[in-house]
């Protein structure tokens, strides 16, 4: 490890070597951080040959960054800013994004949105939650088809525990922010992941679809070696 | 209301008049009395020509009632003590009372058998949860035959969101504190019922399997009315 | 269950064969959709003959089905968008909206419109929370009179407790976030209605207006078979 | 304030001011104190020529109590144990202790047994909850009779919201740990009383008879000066 | 209990008899009532020849209220609006309110407006928290004076232990919602106040100064019986 | 499906069709049950032609399995019951199961021994806590020679975070229970974990060794795919 | 102590005597003080011949404070404003603020501006979150030169733990609240430090970089003396 | 770093570089660990030359580390094990350890041990809890004359805000898990603290005098470099 790698901009030290390291480049976070720091630090990755990937992006932070890189693209729904695009190669699995309600879609679009940034194709299966059974049921052969599934889910989360029992794959479980009351803001679609009675099942942070994508991306990175 | 319908033990008041002001006699929770006292309230309610109702009862309270009342039952998976059997007469609607997992079969016996102290038929759908859905599939006939369902289900609760999905009754959720890690004693499944997506689902206190017991029979009264 | 039922908007699934799974046909939950979501939504199930409600809705949402809907309705204080009338029939069994304190009233009035909207008749019964105790007791008699009774209370949320004791019939509890401090957003009031001493209340999410409307309806629709 | 008036066993300084300073003698606090330690401390104020009230005691320590100061009594469902009487004087005013549930008595005994200790006159009023109110509504004239009214109760802890509604005298509401579930040993009935729509009512923690006691006390000895 | 002492608005019944059975008239919460609606309350409070009392109130409820009463008067720190003074008789007895920091003021102010309304005689003693212990020494003398001490505090909330310690009186604390981070809005307080070492301490719900002043109305009324 | 694959027991419903359907024979999760349950859903896997494994068993459980199925195996620390042996076929991949600290082992060889159970080759990698980083650092190349890495750890279970910066491989973090006071029984491991800025990190519920053991079976059986 | 020392504004009482007392003079808490409030303040501390700290100040707040004092400056990030230059000494101690990501800056900022005023020379480590740990292990001799580690981090919080194994140092462990979703608003990183395997590691509450920057003075004030 | 300083046990790796590093040996953890674990861990200490303690040690494992060493000695207040006399040296600066009540005195006294374990002079100040203010404002003389303050409180722990208040020493606040109630474990203490409006107040976990103790000893020691 060498602090070469590193680029310091006095509020940020840019991680030039974490895709060598991780496997994917640094990603970098949109909260907390100044329009201009944002773009500083894209700019930085693209010096260095690098893609950007920025989440939970505002409309600011993408002005401020379209402003230096003309190519950048926001996906509002997903709320992510893109620069550049992965060399994609013929893979052997694909990625299901399942989606319980409407109201997750957020979440879901940026697991989405960051795998088709590390080069992962993705099948969207949108509003199948566990209150009309059948929409799930009537997808089973779709969903069987993928190497794995992240399954987003408010309220009380229960989708991952019933995808679970359907399926050989590795489950992502991605508890959202969406309900209200006694949700306690995902609280209660967390605790119910967290006992899903589906064995392996595994679960990220609360409306962390970037992580659940993450996840997803090294474990086929490992079918791949 | 009158005041002659109590019966003052010092220690508690017997009411008496509940049975008429209510529908169902008064019921003794068991928990901190001495067994004594448990005793001692059993026999002014059969004295009162009441039958007799205990829950969370221990072994210990069990021997002090059946020393003073031969006749009294105990059944211990259901953690209850019975005097007197209803006067049973045809009933339109049965109960069903569906169980997620071998562990949480107390709760859904408390259930049970309470229901059968009211006078009620009750069948058992055990181990049912959703992990394996096909063993609920395989039963959704039987489960639609019921007027009321009561869905016990511990870890993440995700089973009364999926019954509610598939009939047109009824459902009543009973979590249970069947787990460990991040269940904390029942409040994922509690959560879980709390904001399942499935339309109409009312929920009892964590374990309370009388209480669910109680709320079926109070909306098969008034089908009988 | 059949696949036809549904119809793939994209973004969201419309059950169109609900009314007949579940006996009332899929509601609109408003959060987290676009103003043209949910009027395109509303505009599918016109287009399947069915009625429309939507819960927790913003005006925005309205004036976006309105300009589709001409015949659409909204009610503020209860946040709801309703297009289509029930058909009426005559029933057995009322429903009894009661309502702790005026600031319970958008919970109690979301009862009250969803009942309305599945062709029920409701009783408001407002103001009679457990601190002047006169109040209530002023109202038994009308009390008495409903097949359900729906209790919304904020705050301690006492009044489900009292109710019970009073009445034979089913009791839902509704715990609202109306409180402030130790009340944390409604968590005093639900747990409360949780652990209420008197036997057979249920108890909804927080706020959750819609779902006691749906167990009320249920209830009822069990009587009538 | 001098520190002539703390006599310092090492292990713990006896307060031998507190009753010239705050109205009452010391009282000690029996967890975590080793059954020699309780019985030095009540030789200490035995020795200065105070009256000694141990709360929470065990059986242990009140046998190595007794075995100094054989005049010392235990109250074994109060968990107390006193050396020496009060001096009585006319009252005007004596203390209604209201007790929910037979469950909640250990700490409705604590609260009376201390206030007998300060030489109060105490009037006990058993298994009032709210779930039969006729049982409370049929004890006003008596309740209302008292200076101060002490509410014990467990579970939702309704019952200190029902009575600050009838009666014109301070409350002091006790919440108990009795319940089960999402209880949350005592936290239910605590959120629900400090929470209370009765005004005027105030808390103290959970199982803290003895603290309600001493608020009673100082109540009472105001309207004395 | 007559519900002719009841005038019911349709949102609200106005308790007219309130005053003669609690020993004062009914305080109109402010929250969730529209500004129209509180004035529909003031007036029919005035016009049953009573005072009025709003708490938690806006400006924009004030206009309201002072466009039908001119007479009505606005305290912005303590969000209360009055309407008519209360009569004054010589008393034997002041409250000391006693605020920790200035953040907590308003919470003392709506304590101390409250209880002037009442028609107490209130000393306000700021900005005495524990941190300077020597702020609070110096005013031992002022706060041994008064009859009740009302101890309002935010952050760790310590400040009612060190008064109860000085004091022979009733003392009622009241956490506020002052700090941030762990404090979580009051909570930390709040407990800190329920764990409080000094004996006799009672305690409010978070911000909840109109409580308090009703508890020390309460206990003063008790002395001038 | 077909309910063929199902064997009722009455308390349980063993799920024959399991292995097929998700690539693991069902695993028997030992709380709750009887032993005499336990040794019976035992003897009707074996006799399915199936290997058995309970998890969390107690040794009295032990007994009666072993009583019945004398090939029964025990494992005390990781308390698992074992019936048969796996196939093993040559593996690209094998399995890190990191430990932080001593008292983490129970959880770390339940996931050990559940792996082994499913035919993989694991590696346990002790006592590797943050506090001392070069006890870690010393195995790095070890560490990044595993297919999956398992990395179990209580207290603020910071190791995944390390571990995550680190390798190129998925992360699988186990919180565990280890620690006191604050840690609140694992949840202060289990929000760092939630919240760990390692990408790519999921999470299983608290001690869930057999979990995070399931997890790492699914990823790898897709990478023999 | 004497009450000279104590300067009575009525809304707040401005401790003259803190520094000799406890080595530093008075700081404002900005939140909940009218802009004129704190400019008063900061006017009484000026006359009295002491420097002015201001934290958590708005915008609004330094413009009334530098309307009365025009040398007043403001940290817009650290959100503090000051009047006054501390006495600079040589030092033997100069404090590292290490800072895990850039969100977290406004709380570092917190610390060393507050440090700076205090008289204390401080080194900005910014952006060494573990999960690129190499960037913190390229600054260990810089780290390890510094007398007091103050060390900010969100998230889960890891930092301190991996700083207290590589120095000798006294480390202050300051939570923060970035982060979302299981974060809930800095729990996860203050359970996470408190639960800390570094021994010798100390915390503040959430956000509290004024806290930190205090306990570094003391610490080195010691060393002086 | 090397890895020679590290000895692999299988179970646990001890660190025999710690004191070089972090200026103290390695401290054993006890829990978790089997009678025999810790008296092979002590026995590799003191192979290598280092002292030991074991920190919250049962009966159990003191005598399996005797029988291996016979001069350890056991300090059952503090739950100890000690191997090893510290090397004395003339120093600066004695720690105060102040207890808030005798049932804190466990936590105390593992602080107190603990120091002395590292060489340093203690100075135990028992049972000067707030609620008796004059039995620490007798004892402040002796409290400014330390180096460095631990203060250990259960309850509402409001003891370190006041001590803070007096002096100008780094205080370091230890919360106990002694309370019952609304103390929740120790977090009604644990949030006081942490909110204490004492500058330069930093907390430990609950219960953890052994952290207090080495954060004492860490800032003594910089005094002395």
Redesign the interface.
Known sequence: ???D??R?L????V?L??ER????PE?V?G???LPG?VAEISRALVQAGQRVLVT?ATDEQYQAVVAELPEARFHPRARCIRVGEPTLSPQK?SVGVLC??????PVAEEAAVCLESFGRTVDRV??????????L??EVGRVRSH??LIVVAG????LP??V?????????AV?T????????????????????????????????G???A??A???L???EN
């Open positions: 490890m060498s602090t790698d590193v310091d006095g509020f940020a030290r991680d070597d974490r390291r991780c496997g994917r990603v976070f909260p907390g951080k720091e939970r699995w319980a309600g409407t109201a997750d879609l949108n509003d199948v939650g566990v209150a009309g059974l059948h929409r049921l009537g190497g794995v309220m009380e989360g229960a525990s019933v679970a029992g359907l399926v050989q794959r590795p489950v992502i508890p922010s969406v309900g209200y009351g006694a949700n306690f803001s995902g609280l209660a679609a967390l605790l119910g992941m967290l006992n899903s009675c589906g064995s392996g099942v595994t679960v990220t942070n609360i409306d962390n970037f992580g659940a993450c996840a991306d090294d474990i990175r490992l079918g």
